[in-house]
């Protein structure tokens, strides 16, 4: 039977255990999944970290770095080697969308897409009012920081979060074909969810929602069902939520597990709950 991780980092991610690849592997293989992506945090274009409005560690640690690259790629090639014959491993990246950097991200994808077999594509990254770009998911504090709004007016702050998964739908939409592409972690705007007591998307939301799920069918895109949320304390849930899950399920979207580890012991993390709820 297929067991599959969609979504996994290495040591590169600079924000996670500095374990090696091939321990990453071993515990996957030992838990019986016969399908793992390595889907790293792909280099921030130049310009984006050269105009960085937000925390500067969230600057230097959010992804790999480029001149890591080609150690990346090397660590995933010695793996597939390595243990090809016990468990499919494709080669990924995680990207992060940025509405102002479309054609930055668009040619390092083209220029890697011979190489890339599946990406995740996630909105870590979001423009508040003041026109800064700022993470949603780094700690709670920034998150009040950027987006004040966010204990007055959650609604809002959801409203720009899905606003710019749909961007990024678009822009998806111009990728090269032969890429696999995963829409990640649907809803981690409520990474805080318990910090900040936030309500559930009102109807207006829910219409969004509604929106990418339909253009998520459309262009045969998947969806990363990522378990890490339920071992953060502030959140507790797996992203996307059950009721997103049941509507995506409804239209047919492919649903992919992914663990989202950063460190070793993390792999196959809740996967029996996420089995169980992808497979009511
Ligand atoms: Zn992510
Ligand atoms: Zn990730």
């Given at each position: 039977m297929k067991k599959k991780d969609g979504h996994t980092h290495t040591r590169f991610s600079h924000h996670g255990s500095h374990e090696k690849l091939e321990k990453y592997i071993e515990r996957a293989i030992s838990l019986g999944f016969t399908e793992y992506v390595v889907t790293e945090h792909a280099p921030l274009p130049q310009k984006f970290l050269a105009e960085f409005t937000g925390p500067t560690d969230s600057r230097d640690n959010s992804a790999m770095h480029l001149d890591e690259l080609p150690l990346y790629q090397q660590d995933v090639k010695a793996v597939q080697e390595k243990y090809g014959s016990q468990i499919s491993i494709k080669s990924g990246f995680e990207i992060d969308y940025l509405s102002d950097y479309e054609s930055d991200i668009r040619q390092f994808i083209i220029a890697q897409s011979e190489w890339l077999d599946e990406l995740v594509l996630s909105v870590h990254f979001l423009p508040n009012h003041d026109a800064f770009v700022a993470p949603i998911d780094y700690d709670p504090e920034t998150l009040n920081t950027y987006f004040p709004e966010i204990k007055q007016a959650p609604q809002s702050v959801f409203k720009n979060y899905f606003d710019t998964i749909q961007k990024s739908l678009d822009f998806a939409e111009?990728?090269?074909?032969?890429v696999v592409i995963r829409i990640g972690h649907?809803?981690?705007?409520?990474?805080y969810q318990k910090y900040f007591n936030l309500p559930k998307f009102d109807s207006n939301n829910q219409t969004l929602i509604d929106q990418l799920l339909l253009k998520i069918k459309q262009n045969d895109f998947q969806l990363d069902f990522n378990t890490a949320g339920f071992a953060k304390s502030y959140n507790g849930e797996a992203y996307p939520t059950p009721d997103i899950v049941r509507k995506g399920q409804q239209l047919g979207i492919k649903f992919v597990y992914g663990s989202d580890a950063h460190e070793v012991s993390a792999i196959g993390q809740f996967y029996d709950l996420a089995e169980a709820i992808v497979s009511q």
């Open positions: 111009t990728l090269p074909k032969n649907m809803t981690l705007i409520r990474k």
